[in-house]
């Protein structure tokens, strides 16, 4: 996949100066979060995971049950075992577009029907039961969607998202919420998703929100007794279990998780601010301010520059600054990825302006 092939982590951290393509909060150090336990014993843990975790991510969900809960190894594995569980070549998958690249490349992987229900600037990139419904088919055994949405930041009606539930419980489909953004920068104005439906699944980790994506530490929430099983055999036959480390250092952090969001909230809401007021005073890029989460996806005016591979080659090696272009979510290369909550202030202001200074120079 492009975003991970051309990923900071793969280019080199040391190669990029401005780093806007982050899609997460400032990462965090062991130091940050105090992790001590020195008698924890390295052994095998709870295949569902450590209990007082999931205990506290039930409290932190009202509606949410301990048992609902099973940890994984961040959500990617979570998306992985649900997509492969629940779809085969012979099934039908509707999927929103733009998205994370695992949401739509794991299926392709998998050789199902696909079909994309594409949000639109011109619709402030709002999802529509409507189109969901379009898009059915008999074949239909999955609906993926995510809110607080990767990478425009849309956040879903709750009429819709009730609309979208009633639609799955009458075709008995499932229903996909990626909802990792939930708990950052704005607030998602309905329950956890799984919680409204035993035909819904809810995904979540602290990597986006909270900054702690080297932990690998994410879950999955569903109210199929049923389902919740397939999905923990699923799970041991991939690893078993977590890893005992990251369950200590997700539980100690989430302990006082509140504090931390709250604080990192308030950068996140600062920097968005930043962001409107550069693109305020930037006639060349347009976007719609996002909703919820720590990206903008903003899009360079159609026609102003002929070659976008070299203008984002030159963005990188000449301006030190990275975004995610627009192929990193298959859509087309005016697009932009900007995230704003990863790098710290002075580095987010003057990696907007190195974007309009790579501008001037391309436009020539």
Request: aromatic share 8%.
């Given at each position: 996949m492009p975003i991970e092939a051309e990923s900071p982590e793969e280019r080199g951290y040391d190669t990029i100066k401005y780093n806007l393509s982050e899609s997460s909060v400032t990462d965090l150090t062991l130091a940050d979060i105090g992790l001590l336990n020195p008698g924890l014993q390295l052994a095998y843990t709870d295949h569902r995971g450590k209990?007082?975790?999931?205990?506290?991510?039930?409290?932190?969900?009202p509606g949410t049950d301990v048992a609902d809960v099973l940890l994984t190894c961040g959500a990617a594995a979570a998306l992985f075992m649900i997509n492969t569980l629940l779809l085969s070549a012979n099934d039908h998958l509707v999927v929103v577009r733009p998205n994370y690249a695992t949401n739509i490349e794991v299926p392709k992987a998998i050789g199902c029907a696909i079909s994309y229900v594409d949000l639109l600037p011109a619709t402030q990139w709002q999802l529509t039961a409507a189109a969901i419904e379009d898009a059915l088919t008999p074949a239909t055994?999955?609906?993926?969607?995510?809110?607080?949405?990767?990478?425009?930041?849309m956040v879903l009606d709750e009429a819709e998202l009730l609309k979208i539930i009633a639609l799955a419980e009458a075709r008995n489909i499932y229903l996909l919420v990626d909802e990792t953004y939930r708990d950052i920068c704005f607030k998602t104005p309905y329950p956890l998703a799984a919680t409204l439906s035993h035909k819904v699944i809810s995904i979540s980790s602290v990597s986006k929100a909270y900054g702690l994506p080297g932990i690998r530490?994410?879950?999955?929430i569903t109210k199929d007794a049923g389902l919740y099983q397939q999905l923990l055999c699923a799970k041991e036959m991939i690893?078993?279990?977590n890893s005992i480390l990251d369950e200590e250092a997700c539980c100690q952090f989430l302990q006082n998780g509140q504090a931390w969001q709250q604080r990192i909230n308030q950068k996140a809401q600062h920097h968005l601010q930043l962001v409107q007021q550069w693109l305020q005073a930037e006639p060349r890029i347009q976007a719609v301010m996002p909703a919820g989460g720590v990206v903008c996806f903003a899009?360079?005016?159609?026609?102003?520059?002929?070659?976008?591979?070299?203008?984002?080659?030159?963005l990188l090696t000449t301006y030190g600054t990275l975004v995610g272009p627009g192929h990193w979510f298959d859509m087309p290369m005016n697009y932009m990825r900007i995230g704003f909550a990863w790098p710290d202030t002075a580095s987010l202001q003057q990696g907007l302006l190195q974007i309009s200074a790579c501008l001037d120079e391309c436009i020539k």
């Amino acid at each position: 996949m492009p975003i991970e092939a051309e990923s900071p982590e793969e280019r080199g951290y040391d190669t990029i100066k401005y780093n806007l393509s982050e899609s997460s909060v400032t990462d965090l150090t062991l130091a940050d979060i105090g992790l001590l336990n020195p008698g924890l014993q390295l052994a095998y843990t709870d295949h569902r995971g450590k209990l007082a975790l999931r205990q506290l991510l039930a409290a932190q969900y009202p509606g949410t049950d301990v048992a609902d809960v099973l940890l994984t190894c961040g959500a990617a594995a979570a998306l992985f075992m649900i997509n492969t569980l629940l779809l085969s070549a012979n099934d039908h998958l509707v999927v929103v577009r733009p998205n994370y690249a695992t949401n739509i490349e794991v299926p392709k992987a998998i050789g199902c029907a696909i079909s994309y229900v594409d949000l639109l600037p011109a619709t402030q990139w709002q999802l529509t039961a409507a189109a969901i419904e379009d898009a059915l088919t008999p074949a239909t055994k999955l609906i993926s969607i995510t809110s607080p949405h990767n990478p425009t930041g849309m956040v879903l009606d709750e009429a819709e998202l009730l609309k979208i539930i009633a639609l799955a419980e009458a075709r008995n489909i499932y229903l996909l919420v990626d909802e990792t953004y939930r708990d950052i920068c704005f607030k998602t104005p309905y329950p956890l998703a799984a919680t409204l439906s035993h035909k819904v699944i809810s995904i979540s980790s602290v990597s986006k929100a909270y900054g702690l994506p080297g932990i690998r530490m994410g879950w999955l929430i569903t109210k199929d007794a049923g389902l919740y099983q397939q999905l923990l055999c699923a799970k041991e036959m991939i690893h078993i279990t977590n890893s005992i480390l990251d369950e200590e250092a997700c539980c100690q952090f989430l302990q006082n998780g509140q504090a931390w969001q709250q604080r990192i909230n308030q950068k996140a809401q600062h920097h968005l601010q930043l962001v409107q007021q550069w693109l305020q005073a930037e006639p060349r890029i347009q976007a719609v301010m996002p909703a919820g989460g720590v990206v903008c996806f903003a899009a360079i005016r159609q026609g102003l520059i002929k070659d976008l591979p070299a203008f984002y080659d030159t963005l990188l090696t000449t301006y030190g600054t990275l975004v995610g272009p627009g192929h990193w979510f298959d859509m087309p290369m005016n697009y932009m990825r900007i995230g704003f909550a990863w790098p710290d202030t002075a580095s987010l202001q003057q990696g907007l302006l190195q974007i309009s200074a790579c501008l001037d120079e391309c436009i020539k």
